[in-house]
């Protein structure tokens, strides 16, 4: 359920932030991807632990390391890229 909410979430905050037309869509992969590191695995964990199956807590897991690799990315893109 919490999980679902913060895939949600994350989805409605990605579309309020889509690129213009004439940007190249592979900036708008490349954050799909970013945001998908760390929501995905979570997902599926929250829902392989409901089912009892499938190894929950590994994904969740991965979901965190996932979410802190994306957290460093937008860091890097905050402090570094933007200057350019």
Do not use: F, H, K
């Amino acid at each position: 359920m919490v999980a679902s909410l913060y895939v949600a979430g994350l989805v409605r905050t990605a579309r309020g932030n889509l690129p213009a037309r004439d940007q190249p869509r592979v900036w708008l992969i490349g954050r799909g991807l970013v945001l998908a590191l760390g929501a995905v695995p979570l997902l599926v964990g929250a829902c392989s632990v409901i089912a009892e199956t499938g190894g929950g807590l590994y994904w969740i897991a991965a979901g965190i390391v996932g979410a802190i690799i994306g957290g460093v990315t937008n860091a890097w893109v905050l402090l570094v890229e933007i200057q350019r």
